[in-house]
Structures are given as structure tokens and as C-alpha cells.
């Protein structure tokens, strides 16, 4: 026990009331006590009536103020102020170890304070001091707050997306930052949300509690004195962070004049307010916020400066965390607007990852966003809802419909093609099945057979290069299978079902490659060119495909997914030199309805429409492959922004094109039907002698024609690939590759029906005559002369070599050296051609 002495020496030098002179001190000394508590009990409690003044000797004593927990300690007084000043006891306070305490009764006090008047005064001055001081640090939060405001970030947006080696890798990085507060810079492309990752690092870290700002150093004065402060005068942004993190952010910007000051901050951590007065003895301050650096390139004089360095990859090598990204943006996205989360088809997914995003995932999140306002109500981002923009430049375009008002007013018109559809297509094709069925089964006495084999035939493959897949707008399988469509919902309403797109779009190319290489055979082992009943069987049977798909099915599934023709149509619809498409920027920025994909109501300049019947959507339509034309986008969109666009023909096969492998299963087998149809003079030059009259030989013989033409292409690519492995450069897939040979497989499918048109199709007025019974010997005929036909074979056989060779090279992009094994196939094709037709 201290004696009286040594108590007064330790009030005077370890407590708060050591202020008060001796007297008074000795007068306290007198009446203080001696308690002791064991670990945790309780010492006063809150807002209670204070009996007691503490003094604390010994121990350790717990107290929670604004949520914090404070420890007192050895000389610390408990609830003198509050008794001076007539208050409750102001904190619970209890000990967090043994505790040996001095103690005054609040009644020895108040007798002290009346016999003593200056310890009032003293203890008053002292509370006026101390609200002087905290008057003054608030004032200086208060100006502090005000400095920091515009650049103060809140909380990190996000964390990090994703499951890939890059994604764990940048964790990683952001842990290793916040363990110390040395300088850290993060670098990378545009959109990659570089500031969000120094966010992550301060709100990781120890310092959380302090704030943090952002500076674009591109709008920093070239003086330094909105970072440095001025001496004598305001406040600089790194004296009023104090122990916060400041971000530099585009630090490629900074105004040159504040290189050197940046490096000396950087290197020492000190920096010199700025002086109007050019004195030299500029104080020299020490910088205590933690710094962090944002470029999108590697600054050498700044990286080789500090110790964290972290490169952001940019979003086209981080595939994999694509689909965690998106459904991040869905469910953020949900959220915000307060929809139900729709979930992105694995097509959608597909197409996304086929995208290199220039802007990141600023470019994505926009994307999503801008998808999911046009979804309205939907359960699914599909690929025809999100569209990514246009990474090649649409040069060379025209727009007919800018250039002809009145072409617009007639693709706009009921006319097209409802009403050419179901006044004319609609019957006649009935009255030509009807005709192909009772009328004699030769194309010298059945028109119908003759409009089908040399009409039909050599003109839609002469409209492919000019009007792609035109045709299907006025297909009559379709027209057939809309009327089934609405016949049905007449009579049984119900809702049709949606497409099975997965599935269709995984096994529906193989499948109409699977029906159109039945249709060859078929044509060629039973000759339907001149049995016309089989011809009208084959004409109902595809029908038949469209009616039953558009019974079950929304819209024309049998069309996108299934129909031969439409297969073979969507193929050679690359080549053509017109095209439909949308003004990309029109439709993010004006279209909130969605329209021209969806259907809707009349609005403004659009009129009512059931939508496209393809699940289209123009502006992200990237070949002509599943487009046919209709028009429906142009009438539907209130924004005129539809255009039909002039181009170079097949320009879409090296920019914007997909390859796919069962339409070049299908080029192949467009190619090699020409030599099937030949297979007689085949059989003759080759000197087979083989009897293509017994069937089963006939078909063995048709099937090897149908394979074998396939080594030639394979050994053309195997010779480039062995090319390329030897140059060690880059080699294109067979499947790209492939797509050159298709202006080499029209115009030999072409020609081989250039004698049917010329020299059977002028025939028709007496055919006509003859399929009724009539003798029409008398009517005119229009055919062209043998040597004209053959010319016109060879000129077309010719300009289908030259033109693969042209659009193989445009598509490799490859030297022509490394590529000639594959022209020369070409050239090998095209004579054979030449030979056999």
C-alpha cells in the first residue's frame, strides 16, 4: 500500500487531476479508498447515478464507445466529469482482468468541490479546452470531407467473376496487396473495371475504415496544387486522405510537369506543396496514403518502382468465366429492374463466346442490359436477343430502299408476299401437283413436270447471287404450313410449342443433309425428272414435313431448321450480292419494343406483324443463311432501321461468316450430285461398261459418285496443312476452307441445268398443249443451239474456277503458295466438269 507521499506523487504524475494544486491533492489523498474486482465484473454501469469516482491502480478496464471498445488502464479516472457536470454514469465499464481501484463516494467529492471552488474552475477550463479542440478537429474533418468529396468511392462494385486459372490468379494478387500498403499497379485494356480491383485491395485491407478517392489524372492541374495543396493555404488531397488509398487513375495521362513529383511520391513518399512565391525552402511533407496506379500500358518508370504488379487479362481470354460473367449481370441486372432472372440458351452463350468484346465487360454488361429491356416478359436470352457489335466495318453497302422509295412502298405493301402468296402461289401449286399426277408422266407432254426440272431449277440457282434465299418467301410448303397453322389453332386453341433450339440446332442441319441426299438418290435411281407422279410425291413429302412441324411448332421451325431446299437455299444465299440487315445503333439506342423479332401492335410507322417467322433479328443477322426476305422486320420497325443493302457478293464469307460442318457435308454433296447426274457419261469415259440398269449396281455406283469426289478436297487441305506445319504458320480449319469451293459448286449445278433451260424450257407453249391432249406442233418454241448451250457451260464452268480460286484466298488470307494444293483441286473439278458436261 502506497503511503500518503507516494500517493500524492502518483496522482500528480500518472492521473488527470494531477492539475490540481497540492493542497487540493493531499485533501483527496486523505479521503480515497482502496477496492479490488475480480475479471469481468462490472464497475459502473450506463446511465445509472454515479455514487463513486474511480481511480485505477492496477488491472485493465473495458469500455464501448460509438461501437468501439476502449481499454483503461493505470491512472485512468472513471466518472469524475460526468459528476462534475451532474450526469448518469455515461459507459458501462467493467474489468477485463484483476483490478486494484482508489475510490471517492460522490458525497466526499461534492464536500471537496464546496470547500475547493477551483476545482470547478480548473476542471471547467479544461472542458473548454478540450471543446476547443475537438471544435477544431471538426472544423478540419469538415474541410477534410469537403476536399474529398468528388472523389470518393464507397465500396467495391463487385468481385471477382469467375472460376478460371486467370480469375484465381487475380485473386490472388488482390490478397497479396492487401497485406502490406506498398504501391500497387494494375493495368490492362479499356472496360476491364480496373478501379473496381483497387477498390477490392482497400476494402480488403487492415485500413478499410479510412477513405479512399480516385483522381483521373488526364484532369489533374498541371501545377500539382489539387494533389500537393498550396503552402500556407488549402488543403491537398493527399494531406486530407491521411491514411486512405489514392488512385491514380489513367496514369498515361498525367500532364508531364507532375512526372517528376509522381516518381518522388512514388520512390520516397514525400511530397512539397506547391509555393506561389518561389521560395526554395518549400517544407516537405510525408505522404501517408497508400497508392495505386491505373494505365491500360505498362509504364516502366512506374512498375519497375513498385512492388504489386497486376495485369488485368482482357475478357477474350477469359472464355471460361464468360458464362458465370453473364448470369453474374442477369442476376444483377434482375435485381435492379425487379424482374424474373431468364436464363441465356447455350446458342446465345455460343455466340458470345465467338465475340472478342473490344470494351470488356463494360461492352458485355451493356450488352446484357440492353437485351434484357428489349426481352419484355421472356424466359430466355436466346441468340436473336443478344447481338454484339459490329467488329468488321460494313463497307461497300448501298441501301436499295433509301435509293428506290418505291420499292420500299411495295416490300411494305400487303402485296408482299401475302397477298401473292394466297391468291396465286397457294392455288397454283395445287393445280401443278394435280397436273404432275393425272397428266402424262414425260417432260414432252407435262408442263408441270417441265416448270419444275427447266424452269424451276436453272433460275433459282441464277437468283441465288442476286436475291439470296428470295424463293422462301414465296416457298409453297410453307404457305401450305401456315395454313395448316392456322387452321388448327381454329379448331383446338392451344399454345404452340417453342423451338427446341439445342437440339435443332445440333442434329437439324444434319438432318436436312440426311433428306437431301435421299432426294439425290431418289432423283437419280428412279428418274423423277421424267416420272412426274414422283415428282409430285417429292413435292408432297417436303409439304407434308412443313404442315406437321408448323402444327406442333411457333412459327416456321421447318424452315430454319429442316427443309432441304431451305437448306440448300440458306447455303448459296452467302454468294449473293444483296442483303438485309439494321442499323445496329438505330436499334440499341431507339427500339424498346422489339418488334421486327417479337410482333406487336402498330406503332408509329411500323405496322402490326407477327414477327419474323425465322426468330431473326436484323441487326445481328451475320450471313444471309436465315434471312428469307419476307420483310417483316421492314414493315414491323417504327425507326427505319431496315435497310436492303447492295454488297460485294459473299463478302460475309470473310468477315462476319460461321462455318458450319454439315453445310459443308452439303457443299460436297451439291458438288458431287453433278458428277451423279453425269454418272452415264461417267461410265462411259471411264469405259466401265457397268449396266446401270440393274438398281442395286445403279445405287453402289451412285453412292461411291457421292463419296468419292470428297479425297480430292481432303488431300488439297492435308498438303496445306503440311505447308503450314513446315512454314510454322497459322492454318485455317477444313470447314473454312471448304466454304470457297461453294461458287465453284453453283455454277456447275448451273450448267449442268443450262440445257434443261435452254434448250427444254422454251418448249413449254407446246408441252402445254400436248399435256392436255392438244396438238401444239404449230406453237412457237424458244431453244437455244447446241454449240450457244455448250459455251455457255464452259463460260459458266470457267467463271466458277476463277471465282473459288478468288474467295479461298480471300477467306484463308494466306499466301497463294501455301493455298494452291486447293486451287488446284478447284482447277482439277472444273475440268472434269468441263469433260463430263
Known sequence: ?????????????????????????????????????????????????????????????????????????????????????????????????????????????????????????????????????????????????????????????????????????????????????????????????????????????????????????????????????????????????????????????????????????????????????????????????????????????????????????????????????????????????????????????????????????????????????????????????????????????????????????????????????????????????GILFLAPQNRQENFALNLFWTWWWPLILVSFPFVGRLWCSFCPFMIYGEVTQKISLWLFPRQLKSWPRQEAEKWGGWFLFGLFTLIILWEELWDLPNTAYLSAWLLLLITAGAMICSAIFERRFWCRYLCPIGGMNGMFAKLSMTELRAQQGTCSAECTTYQCYKGGVEKGEGLETLGCPLYSHPAQLQDNRDCVLCMTCLKACPHRSVTFNLRPPAIELWTTHQPRNYEVALLFLLLNAVFLHKLPEINLFFRLSLDLTQFWLHSAMAIAVLILPMILPLMGYSIIRLICQVKKTQCRSFIELAYGYLPLVLCANLAYYLHLGLGEAGRILPVAWATFGLNGDSLPIFVAHPAVITFLQEITIIFGVILAVILSQKISRQSIKTLFPQHFSTIIFGILFWVII
Not at 477550463?125 to 478537429?137: D, F, G, M, R, T
Not at 516537405?284 to 516502366?300: G, P, S, T, Y
Not at 425487379?338 to 455466340?351: F, G, S
Request: a positive charge.
Open 1 to 433: 500500500m502506497k503511503n500518503l507521499a507516494q500517493l500524492l506523487t502518483w496522482l500528480k504524475e500518472s492521473t488527470a487531476i494531477g492539475i490540481l494544486p497540492d493542497e487540493i491533492l493531499r485533501a483527496i489523498a486523505s479521503l480515497l479508498e482502496k477496492i479490488s474486482f475480480g475479471e469481468n465484473e462490472i464497475i459502473t454501469t450506463e446511465n445509472q447515478p454515479i455514487e463513486r469516482v474511480y481511480i485505477v491502480e492496477e488491472g485493465q478496464l473495458q469500455t464501448q464507445e460509438n461501437n468501439e471498445n476502449y481499454c483503461l488502464i493505470s491512472g485512468s479516472i472513471i466518472n469524475l466529469k460526468e459528476l462534475l457536470l451532474q450526469q448518469p454514469a455515461k459507459n458501462t465499464i467493467k474489468s477485463l482482468t484483476q483490478v486494484k481501484l482508489w475510490y471517492l463516494s460522490s458525497v466526499n467529492i461534492q464536500k471537496l468541490v464546496a470547500q475547493y471552488p477551483q476545482i470547478s474552475q480548473i476542471f471547467t477550463q479544461k472542458l473548454a479546452q478540450e471543446v476547443a479542440e475537438l471544435s477544431s478537429q471538426l472544423s478540419f474533418e469538415q474541410e477534410r470531407q469537403t476536399i474529398l468529396r468528388p472523389y470518393l468511392i464507397t465500396k467495391a462494385k463487385r468481385g471477382i467473376v469467375g472460376k478460371s486459372r486467370y480469375a484465381v490468379r487475380i485473386r490472388q494478387q488482390i490478397k497479396n496487396a492487401t497485406e502490406d500498403r506498398k504501391p500497387v499497379v494494375i493495368f490492362g485494356e479499356q472496360g476491364l473495371e480496373k478501379d473496381n480491383l483497387a477498390a477490392l485491395i482497400h476494402y480488403s485491407s487492415p485500413d478499410r475504415r479510412e477513405p479512399i478517392i480516385k483522381v483521373n489524372c488526364a484532369k489533374l492541374q498541371a501545377s500539382g496544387a489539387e494533389l500537393f495543396g498550396r503552402e500556407g493555404g488549402k488543403l491537398g488531397l493527399i494531406e486530407a486522405l491521411g491514411n486512405g488509398t489514392l488512385i491514380f487513375n489513367n496514369i498515361q495521362d498525367l500532364p508531364p510537369e507532375l512526372n517528376d513529383d509522381i516518381l518522388q511520391l512514388l520512390k520516397h513518399k514525400t511530397y512539397t506543396p506547391v509555393n506561389r512565391s518561389d521560395n526554395s525552402n518549400n517544407s516537405v511533407k510525408i505522404c501517408q496514403a497508400r497508392l495505386i496506379f491505373i494505365n491500360e500500358k505498362a509504364i516502366a518508370k512506374i512498375n519497375n518502382t513498385v512492388t504489386h504488379l497486376i495485369k488485368v487479362p482482357p475478357l477474350r481470354v477469359r472464355k471460361a468465366d464468360l458464362e458465370d460473367q453473364v448470369n453474374y449481370y442477369i442476376s444483377l441486372i434482375s435485381r435492379n429492374r425487379r424482374v424474373n432472372k431468364p436464363k441465356i440458351t447455350p446458342e446465345a452463350l455460343r455466340r458470345l463466346q465467338g465475340y472478342d468484346f473490344p470494351n470488356n465487360l463494360r461492352e458485355l454488361e451493356n450488352l446484357i442490359e440492353r437485351a434484357m429491356v428489349q426481352l419484355s416478359g421472356c424466359n430466355e436470352l436466346t441468340e436473336e436477343i443478344i447481338w454484339q457489335s459490329r467488329n468488321k466495318k460494313q463497307q461497300f453497302r448501298f441501301n436499295l430502299l433509301n435509293a428506290y422509295p418505291k420499292l420500299r412502298s411495295f416490300l411494305r405493301s400487303p402485296w408482299y408476299p401475302d397477298r401473292i402468296n394466297y391468291a396465286f402461289t397457294l392455288i397454283i401449286f395445287a393445280f401443278i401437283v
